[in-house]
């Protein structure tokens, strides 16, 4: 599914991580990517997963570490795309939830609230995930409904699930978009340059986005889409491959 989300749960209390299991086991739109009761794995199965949502309790007391731990370790990474963090805690004091806000928490439940559930947490991460599928980006986001080049790219980025919410999709439309107005320049420089980052981090980022593509899509899709032929090493097309199938592609 082009839309899936997939989640890393951070918890202590085994019998909720069994209910996250259990309901993601049988729900079509996530995938876990991994659970944990330790800031310190947490912050690795960030790294090597890196997934769409984090459920982050703040207090692991019967783990390692805790979440404000984690959130700050995690502003260190300097991923291609940042997780939308949910807090689903005990801790009821507003200094802490204040705290953990400044520190990059997206979302904060406690576990006390009369309508907390697991399965309430899961339908707001898919009700979050299906707003930005659907364009109702964050203001970090820069819109790109704007020129009929812009559209025509990013149609073609829905198709396959190129999620608009990381960052490597910013830099393979604005990649494609140099290549399709006929400039040549050393296209990952010129996106660094223009998002103050470097320019292996726009390369890392845009690979990621079109692995996640090719991991999440169904595979109908992707033939039916992207007909050039793939190294079958790799399985994936290279950003180099991709960006200049498109480009070609959407100046037919």
């Known amino acids: 599914m082009a839309n899936t989300l997939t989640l890393l749960v951070i918890e202590d209390d085994d019998s909720v991580c069994g209910e996250y299991a259990r309901l993601c086991s049988t729900s079509r739109g996530i995938i876990l990517a991994g659970v944990t009761n330790s800031s310190q794995e947490g912050l690795k199965l960030t790294k090597e997963k890196q997934p769409d949502a984090v459920v982050l309790d703040l207090e692991l007391h019967n783990g390692s570490g805790n979440g404000l731990l984690y959130l700050s370790e995690l502003q260190k990474l300097k991923l291609g795309h940042q997780p939308y963090v949910m807090v689903v805690t005990n801790n009821i004091s507003a200094a802490t939830h204040s705290l953990a806000r400044k520190m990059g928490a997206d979302f904060i439940i406690t576990k ?65 978009a140099l290549i399709c107005e006929r400039k040549q320049p050393n296209i990952s420089a010129v996106i660094a340059k223009r998002y103050s980052t470097t320019s292996a981090s726009v390369e890392r980022a845009m690979q990621h986005a079109i692995n996640r593509a090719w991991k999440l899509t169904d595979i109908d899709t992707l033939i039916t889409c992207y007909t050039a032929r793939i190294n079958p090493a790799k399985g994936v097309p290279t950003t180099t491959e991709f960006i200049y199938y498109y480009a070609e592609k959407i100046v037919k």
Do not use: F
């Open 112 to 176: 006390s609230q009369t309508d907390y559930s697991v399965s309430m947490v899961l339908s707001m991460l898919q009700s979050i995930s299906a707003c930005m599928y659907e364009g109702k980006k964050p203001a970090s986001v820069p819109d790109e409904s704007c020129g009929d080049l812009d559209g025509r790219i990013c149609a073609e980025l829905d198709r396959i699930g190129i999620n608009p919410k990381h960052k490597g999709r910013q830099y393979l439309r604005d990649a494609i």
